[in-house]
């Protein structure tokens, strides 16, 4: 039995117009994820992850392609309701400039709202965080900044 895709991401294309013509930072991307599944982005600086990130959070909108998220197509909503469905549904910690330097990491990822905490727990499941989770950000070295999407 298949479980249902928490995203389900059809045919996504992103293109920028600029002095020179048009730009596609994202061209043509396809991919299902389920529940408690992990998938990793990777690819060379400018090669468009942050920008696919975005996508799938409904922080910005594809040129092309549709976005699901817990089966709800975010190209139909306006920009107030893709913000309900991410206060509802996911969750960002930034890697570096987006942290506040004097919270730990398990005060970062905790949501700030009641209704976020509500809601976005039944998404995020048990967190594993490393002996250096009681530091506060700032101390960390870069690369232990990762983003996480939960």
Known sequence: MNSPAMLQVEHLTKSYRNGHGTLTVVKDVSFSLTAASTCAIVGPSGSGKTTLLGLCAGLDQPTAGEVHLDGIHLGALDEDGRARVRIESIGFVFQTFQ??????????????????NNSASRWRGPLSIDQRSSSPTSRRATSTRRPVVW
């Open 99 to 116: 942290l506040i330097p004097t919270l730990t990491a398990p005060r970062t990822i905790r949501p700030s709202s009641p209704a976020a």
